[in-house]
Structure formats: structure tokens, C-alpha cells
């Protein structure tokens, strides 16, 4: 059996620590951290329905178009799911706003997808109607009403 030197125990311990160095190398450039971040969620614009809506004339049972455009100031697509109308009047006969009204089972129009920052015009096909047996007073009359659209993102 050999002897170990002093020199060869040097050698050895030398070989010893500088693996030992290696592996606390290697763990050194192996560090991870976890640190905190914060976010906040935009707020949603309303869409603006602009300009007058564009009726054809209306007579007694008759349903008629509706064109309104629609601006979506938002920065992500909707999808318009309900047009509604409503606060109705009437000149220079206020009791004849009771006269017309939405038809209820009106197809919606098709490509209700609007997307950001965009401006699409759109008609509501036989969505507007006057009763069937209006007030006489009633011929002639400017009827106005509000449009309003209800989507999701």
C-alpha cells in the first residue's frame, strides 16, 4: 500500500476544493426571485349612436327601416346584442308619441361586430311602426325616439 505524502494530500485536497468551488459556481448562477407587479383594468366607453336615425314616412300598420350609426370608442371589438328604441314623442301633438313603437320581433341587422375606434351604419329592417288605427290628429306628425344599443366585448 502506498503512503500518502504531504504533497499528494495537498493535491487531493486542492482536487476536492476545487470541485467544491465548481458546485458553488454553478449554484451561484442558479438564483431565482419573486418580486410583486401591479395591474390595472381599462374602463369601457359607451358606444354613441350619432346623428338623426333616418325613418321612412309612416302609415297606419305600416313597419318601416330604421338607419342610425353607431361609433365604438372603445380599444376592443363588441358585438352589438339589442337595439332599442324609445322616449317617443310627438310635434305638434304630444298624445300622438303613443302612436308607434318598436316592433319587437324585428331581425336584428347582420354584421353587428364593430371594432375599435370604428363607425358603422346600420339599418334595422322593419323595426318602427305605427299603430294600426292612429289618431286622425296623428297625420303629419314629426315623431322623434332615442336609439339605444346594448353589446359585449
Known amino acids: 500500500m502506498r503512503k500518502i505524502t504531504k504533497r499528494s494530500a495537498a493535491v487531493a485536497v486542492a482536487a476536492v476544493v476545487a470541485v467544491g468551488a465548481t458546485g458553488a459556481a454553478w449554484a451561484a448562477w442558479s438564483i431565482t426571485g419573486t418580486g410583486s407587479a401591479k395591474a390595472k383594468a381599462g374602463t369601457v366607453v359607451p358606444l354613441k349612436v350619432t346623428g338623426e336615425p333616418v325613418v321612412?314616412?309612416?302609415f297606419p300598420g305600416s313597419k318601416s327601416d330604421v338607419t342610425f350609426t353607431v361609433?365604438?370608442?372603445n380599444k376592443f371589438p363588441v358585438?352589438?346584442?339589442t337595439i332599442?328604441?324609445?322616449d317617443f314623442s310627438s310635434k305638434p301633438e304630444p298624445t300622438c308619441?303613443?302612436?308607434i313603437q318598436q316592433v319587437e320581433k324585428a331581425v336584428?341587422?347582420?354584421s353587428l361586430d364593430l371594432a375599435p375606434d370604428a363607425v358603422k351604419t346600420y339599418t334595422f329592417a322593419k323595426s318602427l311602426k305605427?299603430?294600426?288605427d292612429p289618431a286622425n290628429v296623428c297625420q303629419g306628425q314629426a315623431f322623434g325616439f332615442s336609439?339605444?344599443?346594448a353589446a359585449t366585448s
Do not use: M, Q, R
Request: hydrophobic share 35%; proline share 4%; net charge negative.
Open 108 to 110: 336584428l341587422p347582420g
Open 130 to 132: 305605427l299603430i294600426d
Open 97 to 99: 308619441a303613443s302612436n
Open 147 to 149: 336609439v339605444t344599443v
Open 84 to 86: 332599442t328604441y324609445g
Open 79 to 81: 358585438t352589438i346584442k
Open 71 to 73: 361609433k365604438n370608442e
Open 56 to 58: 321612412d314616412d309612416l
